[in-house]
């Protein structure tokens, strides 16, 4: 019997010591690259209007995989017939996955909306969001906000497609000693209405972005990743890597949280867009979260 003990104690121990080296081994397993990654279009709007296929091409071939843009001269789709531009991109191993359009403007013309809603639909977008609303003054405001997002999601939705909400620091800020942000997620439709994080303008308003992916989390499917520092208390931004923002950290917990694509973002550069865009695109192909 003692024997029989004995063996049985050491069997268990035996199994104690392989699952503490599963986990050590689990704790120095590579960790993970962001692959795909893409850009969202804004940050080369001071070139793209005069040649938007070439700067897409170099864009391309910087390594970015995916495309977010927005309401040039021309509209969101530079120009180009939505089947045109599907079948650019196409050839160069990109997917066009969103874009941002003119909310305030199109809000209340529906047929304008509509129009940039099949627009979308026929490019193969997914997604179609709006990209500000500015700050608003009462609780009443934002509930007229949350409202029109659930009425203009439920007719994204019927084509299809995606309609969400991009952040800037504003909707971080305390209104009353509560966050409009807060607010839009608890009073808009899961099924209707989703959510893109801007992790710097998050940061820049003070809100701890691990905590409030913990909530919030399965509400945010794009992200836009850029860098920043305070200079004399407001944020200048720079080429990723070479601001105060911690992407190790930040980029795991959004990963964590479930958000779908990664979309670099940057909106001042210390020489130019595209020099700026290339340094990002080698910084996002080195970093491991």
């Known amino acids: 019997m003692q024997r029989r003990s004995f ?19 689990l704790a120095g397993a590579p960790k993970k690259t962001i692959n795909p990654f893409g850009v969202q279009l804004y940050s080369a ?8 296929k070439g700067v897409m091409t170099e864009l391309a071939k910087m390594g970015y ?4 843009s927005f309401s040039g001269a021309k509209g969101f789709l530079w120009g180009m017939e939505p089947k045109e531009i599907k079948s650019f991109l196409g050839d ?3 997917k066009m996955v969103s874009t941002h359009f003119n909310y305030t403007g199109e809000v209340s013309k529906p047929e304008v909306l509509k129009k940039s809603i099949e627009m979308a639909h026929d490019a193969g977008l997914s ?3 709006c990209p500000y609303i500015g700050p608003q003054k009462t609780w009443d405001d934002w509930k007229r906000i949350a409202d029109q997002f659930n009425a203009v999601g439920e007719e994204v939705s019927k084509a299809g497609l995606k309609f969400g909400y991009h ?7 305390p209104l009353d000693g509560k966050l409009p942000q807060e607010y839009l997620l608890d009073n808009t439709d899961p099924k209707n209405v989703m959510f893109e994080l801007d992790l710097c303008w998050i940061d820049v308003a003070g809100v ?13 499917e794009l992200c836009h990743i850029k860098d ?13 890597g070479k601001g105060s923002v911690d992407f190790k950290t930040t980029l795991r917990n959004a990963m964590d949280s479930g958000i779908k694509y990664f979309l670099v973002e940057q909106e001042q550069y210390p020489e130019s867009p595209m020099v700026s865009l290339k340094n990002d695109a080698d910084y996002m192909k080195k970093l491991s979260v």
């Open 127 to 129: 997604y179609i969001l």
């Open 228 to 240: 920043y520092k305070k200079v004399d208390g407001k944020p200048v931004q720079n080429d990723l």
């Open 45 to 52: 709007r001071d070139v793209l209007p005069k040649d938007p």
């Open 167 to 173: 952040n800037h620091d504003y909707s971080f800020r």
């Open 7 to 25: 063996l049985k104690q050491s069997g268990l121990l035996a199994a104690g010591a392989f699952t503490l080296n599963q986990l050590d081994v």
């Open 65 to 68: 995989k995916q495309f977010e």
């Open 208 to 220: 701890n972005t691990a905590d409030h992916l913990k909530k919030y989390g399965k509400r945010y």
């Open 92 to 94: 160069l191993g990109v």
